[in-house]
């Protein structure tokens, strides 16, 4: 019996061994493979299409997780194209810190030129006019690394020199890393045109503006006499109206101040006469635009004078 229960001891700390021995292997595989995580290439491309003449920006973001120093980035290649010019323009380097922890972060910047052709010029046949709107192909990409223990592209075999407009020589010493060539639109620039229809538009805003400061310079007319008797309470009234519709804002209360002022002297609104003098001559003079609400308000206000004054004269 006792030795029954050996063996099965025996067997289960077999078991144990083998769990303990697999769980310490998958901790060390996964420790070694984030110490060993590669660089990986992020494209970011402009907004928006891209302008004859005007620099259009791609950047391209290597980033590894770890130490700063497991890697050396090499500046950027990017293949010539018919159409425009493509030079690196910008390199920074930092650390950006995410939901997935810190990583270190190599940007590159990569301006694409697309290069302006007059009409008398003449362009190469075997090349796209670059002044031709359309779809184009951006030149294709790579950024080479190497690890501080390899040996770097400078301390190996010299590749042959590129002449110039060819394609640089791919690099077989280091990895790198690669993004495709995708499809950019190339349309006119139209910031001249909107520059000098703005300074149109800022023309006419001045030349009415000095015509609306001469138009309030002239003599205003003066105020027509009060009227006699409530009809001409209400003819005022109905004129002031059309005034408003017509959008004369300065006989619209001239012809309310009439009707306020034969109120007045009937003894009812004697606060109302003044209050639309006084923005007869805001609009008159001062080129006031009084709201719709206090139009609408002051319409209220002599309307129930009139109707107190109704109520008196019945009483």
Known sequence: MKGFLDIHLNQFRDVLAILVCAVAAAVGGINIDTAGAEPELKVIPQDGPAHPGHAYRIVCE??????????????????????????????????????????????QTIEITPQFVKPRQTVASTSIPPNKTGSFKTPAIRIAYFTPEATPPAESAAPPAAAPGTVPPVSSASPSLGADPFDLMVCPDRTPIWISGGLGA???????????????????????????????????????RQHRLDGDFYRFYLDLSRAAEALHATGEAPELAATFKTRAQEAGYKGARPTDDQMDGDLRDLERAVTRHKETLQT
Do not use: C
């Open 62 to 107: 290597v980033s590894w997780a770890g130490n700063a120093s497991d890697y050396t980035i090499l500046p950027a290649e990017a293949d010539p194209v018919d159409w425009g010019t493509v030079a690196l323009t910008e390199v920074k380097a930092f650390v950006r810190d995410d939901a997935a922890g810190a990583r270190n972060i190599v940007s």
């Open 202 to 240: 800022s023309l006419l805003l001045t030349a009415l503006g000095w015509w609306s400061v001469r138009r309030l310079r002239r003599p205003q007319p003066t105020l027509p006499k009060t009227p006699a008797d409530l009809s001409d309470v209400q003819q005022a009234m109905h004129s002031a």
